[in-house]
């Protein structure tokens, strides 16, 4: 039977590595994107990111609590700003080919 000249074979194979991806805009970035904009960090967590997750946490208590100091209200537009940057963080993020961490290439 005639494909049309198209090998099944000869697919491309890049998506075939994980089944949720580590690619810009593949759903695990999504999900982890989502996270982080109701949590910042916890985007990063779910990407296995802890110290990442960390810093973004604390960021975000830290302007969350220095923005209410200086306007005494309680609407959290400090926590709000840190979780759109974490946000866009973790959809972002690519996670490093398997294998490649702590090589270091010497010439």
């Not at 949590?39 to 296995?48: A, H, R």
Request: glycine share 12%; with cysteine; hydrophobic share 55%.
């Amino acid at each position: 039977m005639n494909t049309g000249g198209i090998i099944l074979g000869d697919m491309p194979t890049h998506m075939e590595s994980s089944p949720m991806g580590n690619e810009q805009g593949s759903a695990g970035n999504v999900i982890a994107a989502i996270c982080s904009f109701f949590v910042p960090g916890l985007g990063q967590l779910v990407q296995g990111r802890v110290m990442s997750a960390i810093l973004w946490f604390v960021a975000a208590c830290i302007a969350g609590a220095v923005i209410w100091i200086l306007t005494l209200t309680l609407f959290p537009f400090g926590w709000f700003v840190v979780s759109v940057f974490a946000c866009i963080n973790a959809a972002l993020s690519r996670r490093p080919a398997e294998g490649a961490e702590g090589v270091v290439s010497v010439r």
